[in-house]
DNA sequence: TAGATTGTTAATCGATTAACAATC
DNA sequence: TAGATTGTTAATCGATTAACAATC
């Protein structure tokens, strides 16, 4: 795969435009130009065109974007079509929203395992998965390659079970406990989702305005 | 309150320093130097010198920072001793999450109502919290000028009631439909937490290294 | 065709890093 | 005191914006 260099900002706002242009595609929505698009998103034409020429010429002079196939084109680049494996470690409460409610499929996924050390919870299915030992995580990964772990634990676990999980092979860490990761393998890749640091964010935007 | 303006990327970054001071003390380490906490943290000394900077001389020169001084002092700025109201829309599976287990206080927020619109919920109590019929919201406010709601509704009723609660008075919108919301009255602020993006995000990263 | 809008280069702006005198 | 480390200015780097020829 080549790598012509894409700065963080820009993938940062790759999934922005991937939920409009779907937004926009159900509305029926057919074209768009680099100014409509900004508008809406709160960005400047200039910026939308520069963002989307790192991935390929998907406009026409004149007309602006076909809609329907930049958001094939950005999805592509996002991975949504290789439909990859990911599994959910820690089937509490945060687990099970994911299990049940989370459109998986949507962002290229396919999900078929979950994983706890409840026994109480081993063998219950949740929205189509069923719930599994931690103890039966080993064979598990060895036998299916999931690519990615949703993390659910509890914090004092999540580094030393990232350490295995990054040692099994796994390449992602959707995080979603209250802890920095760290991994000795480089090329893994952290995703993480601190709710609090969000409210926090928050609560300073309304200490200061 | 004085405007001495603060750039989003400082801003985005005080949660984590946050987070780190907190870990730092619980483990009972009383000085850091910017070097050390930016071999931490993965930023350059320099970075925080000017961070931190932004809000006060918090340092001592041949010493470095003294955390409990720091972590206090980042905790003021990002308002977490002023105890705001916060409220939570929507009781299904994220409200429920949200309400049995996440730490509101810990990010200077009192929790004290969750509303819905599925009668079967009214009355139940979930963490301490009572679950209320979306009818009564607007008395609610009225009486109890919450400054934030949690908004877990479906996605086709976020927005009209993202206006409702602005015209209220709310003055934040901690947002986990997957939908961005706007607000016609400035000053409104909005934190949201597109799974969906970090998700996308994170199978970006493995489709591309 | 004329108008609209892109791709793309150049200019600007802002954020990060480096450097170092001040000083604990 | 000497060593360490800050606050702070200046230099660098990168990202955003502006401009415009190309062209649909």
Known sequence: MSKPYISDAVIRRLPRYYRHLNDLQNQGVVRISSGALGTRMGLTPAQIRQDLHCFGD????????????LRHEIGQI?????????????????????LKNFDFQAAGFQIDAAFDIQPELFGAVIGNVTV???????????????????????????????????AMGLRGIWNFTNVELTSPVPGVAF???HLMDTLLKLNYRISHS
């Open 78 to 98: 996002l991975g949504v079509d290789h439909v990859r494996r990911i599994i959910v470690l820690g089937a509490g409460h945060l687990g099970h929203v994911l």
């Open 58 to 69: 998907f406009g026409q002079q004149g007309y602006g974007y076909h809609i329907p196939t």
């Open 132 to 166: 599994r030992p931690m103890t039966e995580l080993a064979d598990y990964v060895a036998l299916h390659h999931p690519d990615v772990a949703a993390l659910t634990v509890p914090p004092q676990e999540a580094q030393s079970l990232t350490d295995k999980l990054v």
């Open 191 to 193: 995703e993480d989702v």
